[in-house]
């Protein structure tokens, strides 16, 4: 629910950017066409779920706990790549 009050913080700046700033609509439909890949949804919801296990000190599962950290391992081994001078995809 937090990522969902966030992203929606976010796209409202860029929509009020977007009226000064050419760029800033490029910026939202990129936002856009990471939002409706079906994996940037599951991992929302991964994130989501464990934000909101974490946050109501509710005991986080194993499972989701081998998900998030896949998820963070793939993410920052995805960045990594990238800045060794790979493309990035896994």
């Given amino acids: 629910m937090t990522e969902i009050i966030i992203v929606i913080c976010l796209i409202s700046f860029l929509v009020v950017l ?4 050419e760029s800033a609509k490029d910026i939202i ?7 409706i890949k079906a994996r ?8 989501g779920a464990f934000l909101y296990l974490i946050l109501n000190n509710i005991p986080v599962p194993p ?3 081998t ?8 993410w920052f081994g ?7 001078g790979g493309n ?3």
């Fill in 67 to 74: 998900i998030i950290s896949t998820l963070f391992g793939y």
């Fill in 63 to 65: 499972a989701l706990n």
């Fill in 18 to 21: 977007s009226k000064y700033n």
């Fill in 78 to 84: 995805q960045r990594q790549a990238k800045k060794e």
């Fill in 29 to 35: 439909q990129e936002i856009r066409k990471e939002w």
């Fill in 40 to 47: 940037t949804v599951y991992t929302s919801a991964f994130y």
């Fill in 88 to 90: 990035g995809n896994a």
